[in-house]
């Protein structure tokens, strides 16, 4: 899980090369990510509490669904392989809303952004994910805004990129 094998890109996303994710994260490389935002028929926001076993971020409240899209994956079979695997479902549709350039904040990630709806009940992975938790947007508004610490910086950036787009 945390040497899968990864694409390296370079500042257009073409892929120039393929490492282990650690070393990818050691070196500080560009590669590629994908994040899912998933909502219920009340609007409200699914967030997940990052496993305490995770290498980076742990414990800290994310986006619903997200993931390193592997070596000669496209972001569009991630997103629902990821939603798959950390929340055992499955959508009929994902839109996609926006993609990221990589920042030093960001992990130096490319990260396409997704929107579903869905009203659960998920299947939680373990190793993933501590739990998760049902938020009304407005409840995120004033934890992104208050600048959370329990909050992953990448969520806070997506949020507000999230709400540029959707006012």
């Not at 496209?74 to 009929?92: H, I, K, T």
């Not at 990260?111 to 998760?132: K, M, T």
């Not at 909050?151 to 507000?160: A, D, H, S, V, Y």
Request: aromatic content about 8%; charged content about 25%.
């Amino acid at each position: 899980m945390h040497n899968e094998l990864l694409d390296v890109v370079d500042t257009d996303d073409a892929v120039i090369a393929q490492q282990p994710r650690a070393e990818i994260h050691a070196n500080g490389l560009r590669h590629r990510a994908v994040h899912i935002l998933v909502f219920n028929d009340q609007e409200q926001l699914f967030l997940q509490k990052r496993s305490m076993k995770k290498d980076l971020n742990k414990g800290l409240w994310d986006t619903s669904a997200a993931g390193h899209v592997d070596a000669g994956e496209s972001y569009a079979s991630c997103a629902p392989r990821e939603l798959q695997e950390e929340l055992g479902v499955s959508v009929d549709s994902l839109e996609v809303l926006f993609k990221l350039e990589p920042s030093t904040d960001l992990g130096m990630e490319f990260i396409q952004v997704y929107r579903c709806r869905h009203n659960g009940p998920f299947s939680l992975a373990a190793e993933e994910i501590d739990e998760g938790r049902w938020l009304d947007q407005l409840a995120v508004d004033e934890r992104v805004a208050g600048n959370d610490p329990t909050l992953t910086l990448t969520f806070k950036i997506i949020w507000q990129q999230f709400r540029i787009i959707s006012n």
